[in-house]
């Protein structure tokens, strides 16, 4: 059974966004409003630890990609091989977005030192976006490792067949979730660049 996988641009939403939040943080450091060096340091950081997920997500995007072929042609074996292998990196992938959450709670914490109320408002909004993505996106990785030991369990039993709706079910909830994450991504980076924008020059 062949499965079509909604493409991972979720993770490519976070990096992109996070990694423009790093280029507005180097030029913020010598605007005349005052952004606290630890929401900048918190930007960077997270910038780091999205471009580790998105590695993640693009040999995730690859390793599905392949093992859904596998599972077509019969090759079980090669399946669970791949299979196994991908709970492992989903397992990291998982550790890495909490680490970001915990970037973005920094970033929270130091919201209040900023010395203009709209672009405290603004740098809110957007990071209590940006946290409600990530927790989405650890939803999101929960389901994955779910269809990935569906899919073990599929590869090692004596009816494989039967495990092929609980594949579809799950895959439909993960699409599902990668246009909520998706949205969720577009609204944060729009945020960011208001807060930019509002940045005296």
């Given at each position: 059974?062949?499965?079509?996988?909604?493409?991972?641009?979720?993770?490519?939403?976070?990096?992109?966004?996070?990694?423009?939040?790093?280029?507005?943080?180097?030029?913020?450091?010598?605007?005349?409003?005052?952004?606290?060096?630890?929401?900048?340091?918190?930007?960077?950081?997270?910038?780091?630890?999205?471009?580790?997920?998105?590695?993640?997500?693009?040999?995730?995007?690859?390793?599905?990609?392949?093992?859904?072929?596998?599972?077509?042609?019969?090759?079980?074996?090669?399946?669970?091989?791949?299979t196994l292998i991908e709970i492992k990196r989903a397992r990291e992938a998982k550790d890495k977005s909490i680490e970001l959450l915990g970037?973005?709670?920094?970033?929270?914490?130091?919201?209040?030192?900023?010395?203009?109320?709209?672009?405290?408002?603004?740098?809110?909004?957007?990071?209590?976006?940006?946290?409600?993505?990530?927790?989405?996106?650890?939803?999101?990785?929960?389901?994955?490792?779910?269809?990935?030991?569906?899919?073990?369990?599929?590869?090692?039993?004596?009816?494989?067949?039967?495990?092929?709706?609980?594949?579809?079910?799950?895959?439909?909830?993960?699409?599902?979730?990668?246009?909520?994450?998706?949205?969720?991504?577009?609204?944060?980076?729009?945020?960011?660049?208001?807060?930019?924008?509002?940045?005296?020059?």
């Amino acid at each position: 059974m062949r499965l079509m996988f909604r493409k991972w641009f979720v993770f490519g939403g976070i990096s992109a966004a996070l990694i423009a939040a790093v280029v507005a943080s180097v030029y913020l450091v010598n605007r005349p409003a005052k952004i606290p060096q630890d929401f900048l340091d918190a930007r960077s950081r997270g910038a780091q630890i999205a471009q580790e997920i998105n590695s993640f997500a693009d040999s995730a995007s690859a390793s599905l990609d392949e093992i859904s072929k596998k599972d077509s042609e019969g090759d079980y074996t090669q399946a669970l091989d791949l299979t196994l292998i991908e709970i492992k990196r989903a397992r990291e992938a998982k550790d890495k977005s909490i680490e970001l959450l915990g970037e973005l709670q920094k970033m929270t914490a130091a919201i209040t030192d900023i010395d203009s109320e709209e672009l405290q408002q603004t740098a809110m909004q957007a990071v209590s976006t940006e946290v409600s993505l990530v927790g989405k996106l650890i939803e999101y990785n929960d389901d994955l490792n779910q269809l990935l030991d569906n899919m073990r369990l599929k590869f090692v039993s004596y009816s494989p067949t039967d495990y092929n709706k609980d594949t579809e079910t799950i895959t439909r909830r993960i699409n599902e979730k990668a246009l909520q994450i998706n949205e969720m991504s577009r609204k944060y980076h729009a945020l960011m660049r208001e807060f930019d924008d509002k940045s005296p020059k």
